[in-house]
């Protein structure tokens, strides 16, 4: 008899299969003990089915946990720097004892670079293509590319938050009616959750435990606030909002959550405790702006067509209102919360508000219509949308009669060239948060500013991608609890290498010894074998699809662990970030296996077969042609 399993069947079966696996690989489990301290170090896979040897290129995660040796106490906030590098010096030929080994990587000079710097930062941009680049600012000066990795959203950014642990990645994609969560560490999209409005803002409640989406769309019914729990992943509630354009404000305490919504003219308060509404304020205007401001404990909201900003008690209740010009944009307060900053595109002014008094204290011009701030200890930062000059005004300058503004240019295309600008900045503070970066989309370019320089000292190409927003990540490793440190990295290269390990609170220098393999098994029997069922070469054009089907070859059920998944890495001819389609098994072909999908960017492209175990197989070409405009001859 001839059973007939239908797809959805399938998934129903699989989904209730449990698989009892074991823990994942450990590589080095190491514990020293120096200078009064105690550090237990962890190399281990992130998968089970991982290699049982380190493999080139493989992700895995670096654990490390100290503690004092007189009171067993956990060593919180340990500046702790990590290098991975060969083991032996590739201009000299030589084994670096320890200490000069570390002393080559602190001294900044570009030619002692390790492999692998755990100590810096990635730059990430919010890409127009459905994207997120992740660029290493550490390899812009050889000529290399920056592009170290790109994760592929559902769609366009609009908005995007991450958490200060710098774990995880929140973009909003409006189009798709969908919130994009990475986790940082491993680089990846963990998720995409459904939602059920147009999410266009953002905000992490002071705790960061809860994330706070704003949703509109084209009926009533999808306004609201859709929040979403940072441990878990999912949604905790949705509170229906009037409609409108929603911004969101956090009382200093977290207690209230004060939410403007802009097409009704009103204001939502709602107990962010318990996630009920308290209040809704009708205000009689369409509210542009928010900000809570803790000394007063009072909001700030900007009335932009008056030309108002109109103040509010933490009940809703009415205070008083100060008065501007017309025209204004959004507000920030400075780091030490003493002025306010108001951007008034229409005039081409910064309006500098004394927090205390209330009184407006400044009325700077910047010509090309100021829209976006952004503070770092010394200046404000204040992009144009008319220009591509950086208005830099000194925070210290404020305290006197006449403030200083600093002209900086971030490339020579102003923003208003490029058409669907995000509501996430396109302004981002380095680490040390002495400088930033300044996405330049129609150059596609992220340009880096040092404070004191009168100009950007060097560009990071997104080569494909066209940056929107930016914004810097710590990379490397970060606490995670008391006294524990992680970090999730790439092996750089294979051979003999070295972890090296330094702090100079307490004073320590170590460094381990790895073997890394190029392959992750050199058992051919243990391979899959795979036949391409598509053509080997393939044309197609931008707009329409391309279709793959490889058959599995039958292997003895005592040969190597179950295929539970096959991909394709395509990979363009002319370099660039390649893309990983999934593959799916055929419940009516057994062995088959097929995906399909379009490639936007016209080319070559190579196609590879990866699996959970090693396969043999031969590559296969696509040749994407632009679409023949039928007007032509």
């Given at each position: 008899?001839?059973?007939?399993?239908?797809?959805?069947?399938?998934?129903?079966?699989?989904?209730?299969?449990?698989?009892?696996?074991g823990?994942?690989?450990?590589?080095?489990?190491?514990?020293?003990?120096?200078?009064?301290?105690?550090?237990?170090?962890?190399?281990?896979?992130?998968?089970?089915?991982?290699p049982?040897?380190?493999q080139?290129?493989?992700?895995?995660?670096?654990?490390?946990?100290?503690?004092?040796?007189?009171?067993?106490?956990?060593?919180?906030?340990?500046?702790?720097?990590?290098?991975?590098?060969?083991?032996?010096?590739?201009?000299?030929?030589a084994?670096?004892?320890?200490?000069?080994?570390?002393?080559?990587?602190?001294?900044?000079?570009?030619?002692?670079?390790?492999?692998?710097?755990?100590?810096?930062?990635?730059?990430?941009?919010?890409?127009?293509?459905?994207?997120?680049?992740?660029?290493?600012?550490?390899?812009?000066?050889?000529?290399?590319?920056?592009?170290?990795?790109a994760?592929?959203?559902d769609?366009?950014?609009?908005?995007?938050?991450?958490?200060?642990?710098?774990?995880?990645?929140?973009?909003?994609?409006?189009?798709?009616?969908?919130?994009?969560?990475?986790?940082?560490?491993?680089?990846?999209?963990?998720?995409?959750?459904?939602?059920?409005?147009?999410?266009?803002?953002?905000?992490?409640?002071?705790?960061?435990?809860?994330?706070?989406?704003?949703?509109?769309?084209?009926?009533?019914?999808?306004?609201?606030?859709?929040?979403?729990?940072?441990?878990?992943?999912?949604?905790?509630?949705?509170?229906?909002?009037?409609?409108?354009?929603?911004?969101?404000?956090?009382?200093?305490?977290?207690?209230?959550?004060?939410?403007?919504?802009?097409?009704?003219?009103?204001?939502?308060?709602?107990?962010?405790?318990?996630?009920?509404?308290?209040?809704?304020?009708?205000?009689?205007?369409?509210?542009?702006g928010l900000?809570?401001?803790?000394?007063?404990?009072?909001?700030?909201?900007?009335?932009?067509?008056?030309?108002?900003?109109?103040?509010?008690?933490?009940?809703?209740?009415?205070?008083?209102?100060?008065?501007?010009?017309?025209?204004?944009?959004?507000?920030?307060?400075?780091?030490?919360?003493?002025?306010?900053?108001?951007?008034?595109?229409?005039?081409?002014?910064?309006?500098?508000?004394?927090?205390?008094?209330?009184?407006?204290?400044?009325?700077?011009?910047?010509?090309?219509?100021?829209?976006?701030?952004?503070?770092?200890?010394?200046?404000?930062?204040?992009?144009?949308?008319?220009?591509?000059?950086?208005g830099?005004?000194?925070?210290?300058?404020?305290?006197?009669?006449?403030?200083?503004?600093?002209?900086?240019?971030?490339?020579?295309?102003?923003?208003?060239?490029?058409?669907?600008?995000?509501?996430?900045?396109?302004?981002?503070?380095?680490?040390?948060?002495?400088?930033?970066?300044?996405?330049t989309?129609?150059?596609?370019?992220?340009?880096?500013?040092?404070?004191?320089?009168?100009?950007?000292?060097?560009?990071?190409?997104?080569?494909?991608?066209?940056?929107?927003?930016?914004?810097?990540?710590?990379?490397?490793?970060?606490?995670?609890?008391?006294?524990?440190?992680?970090?999730?990295?790439?092996?750089?290269?294979a051979?003999?290498?070295?972890?090296?390990?330094?702090?100079?609170?307490?004073?320590?220098?170590?460094?381990?010894?790895?073997?890394?393999?190029?392959?992750?098994?050199?058992?051919?029997?243990?391979?899959?074998?795979?036949?391409?069922?598509?053509?080997?070469?393939?044309?197609?054009?931008?707009?329409?699809p391309?279709?793959?089907?490889?058959?599995?070859?039958?292997?003895?059920?005592?040969?190597?662990?179950?295929?539970?998944?096959?991909?394709?890495?395509?990979?363009?001819?002319?370099?660039?970030?390649?893309?990983?389609?999934?593959?799916?098994?055929?419940?009516?072909?057994?062995?088959?296996?097929?995906?399909?999908?379009?490639?936007?960017?016209?080319?070559?492209?190579?196609?590879?077969?990866?699996?959970?175990?090693?396969?043999k197989?031969?590559?296969?070409?696509?040749?994407?042609?632009?679409?023949?405009?039928?007007?032509?001859?």
């Amino acid at each position: 008899m001839k059973w007939i399993i239908s797809k959805l069947f399938l998934v129903q079966l699989l989904s209730v299969v449990v698989v009892q696996a074991g823990p994942p690989p450990l590589y080095l489990d190491r514990i020293i003990e120096r200078e009064g301290i105690s550090m237990h170090v962890r190399l281990e896979a992130l998968e089970d089915n991982a290699p049982s040897k380190l493999q080139v290129g493989q992700p895995v995660r670096l654990w490390l946990e100290g503690k004092r040796l007189a009171d067993d106490q956990p060593i919180n906030n340990w500046q702790l720097g990590a290098w991975f590098d060969r083991e032996t010096d590739v201009m000299s030929g030589a084994v670096p004892v320890c200490g000069q080994r570390v002393s080559r990587y602190l001294s900044g000079n570009l030619i002692e670079r390790p492999l692998l710097d755990l100590t810096g930062y990635y730059v990430l941009s919010l890409d127009a293509e459905s994207s997120v680049s992740v660029l290493d600012p550490s390899v812009s000066f050889s000529g290399r590319s920056s592009l170290y990795s790109a994760m592929k959203l559902d769609g366009k950014g609009f908005d995007w938050i991450k958490t200060s642990d710098d774990m995880r990645l929140f973009v909003a994609l409006p189009n798709e009616n969908k919130l994009a969560i990475a986790d940082l560490q491993t680089l990846s999209v963990l998720d995409h959750l459904v939602l059920s409005g147009q999410p266009t803002r953002l905000a992490l409640q002071p705790d960061e435990r809860l994330l706070w989406v704003g949703l509109t769309g084209t009926s009533p019914q999808e306004s609201a606030i859709e929040i979403i729990d940072t441990i878990h992943d999912k949604s905790v509630t949705r509170i229906p909002l009037s409609p409108g354009y929603h911004e969101i404000a956090f009382s200093s305490d977290g207690r209230h959550a004060f939410i403007s919504n802009r097409q009704s003219k009103s204001m939502t308060i709602v107990d962010a405790i318990t996630l009920k509404v308290v209040r809704e304020v009708d205000l009689g205007f369409e509210p542009l702006g928010l900000v809570f401001v803790d000394k007063q404990s009072l909001l700030w909201v900007v009335n932009a067509k008056a030309g108002r900003i109109h103040r509010f008690d933490t009940k809703g209740n009415p205070i008083d209102n100060l008065v501007l010009e017309p025209g204004l944009g959004p507000i920030k307060l400075t780091p030490d919360a003493r002025y306010a900053l108001v951007v008034n595109p229409s005039q081409h002014w910064i309006h500098v508000l004394d927090v205390e008094t209330g009184k407006e204290k400044h009325r700077v011009t910047l010509s090309g219509q100021p829209y976006d701030i952004l503070f770092s200890e010394k200046y404000a930062y204040i992009r144009t949308l008319q220009s591509e000059q950086i208005g830099m005004l000194s925070l210290s300058s404020l305290e006197s009669e006449q403030p200083i503004v600093k002209l900086v240019p971030a490339g020579a295309g102003a923003l208003s060239e490029t058409q669907n600008l995000p509501r996430a900045s396109s302004m981002s503070l380095t680490l040390d948060r002495s400088g930033a970066f300044f996405a330049t989309p129609s150059e596609r370019t992220l340009y880096h500013y040092m404070e004191g320089m009168n100009a950007p000292n060097s560009g990071l190409k997104t080569f494909g991608h066209t940056p929107m927003s930016a914004m810097v990540v710590r990379r490397g490793l970060r606490g995670v609890k008391p006294g524990q440190y992680s970090a999730v990295i790439r092996l750089p290269s294979a051979g003999r290498m070295v972890l090296a390990l330094a702090s100079e609170a307490p004073v320590l220098r170590e460094c381990l010894g790895l073997k890394i393999d190029t392959t992750v098994n050199t058992s051919s029997d243990d391979d899959i074998v795979v036949h391409w069922l598509s053509d080997g070469i393939q044309k197609t054009s931008t707009n329409l699809p391309v279709d793959f089907r490889v058959k599995v070859k039958e292997q003895s059920k005592d040969t190597g662990s179950p295929i539970s998944q096959l991909r394709l890495r395509i990979v363009p001819v002319k370099g660039g970030t390649a893309a990983i389609w999934p593959m799916q098994a055929d419940p009516e072909k057994p062995g088959e296996w097929f995906t399909r999908g379009k490639l936007t960017q016209s080319g070559g492209y190579y196609v590879h077969i990866e699996g959970n175990r090693p396969v043999k197989s031969s590559f296969s070409t696509v040749l994407v042609e632009k679409p023949k405009n039928p007007l032509e001859n």
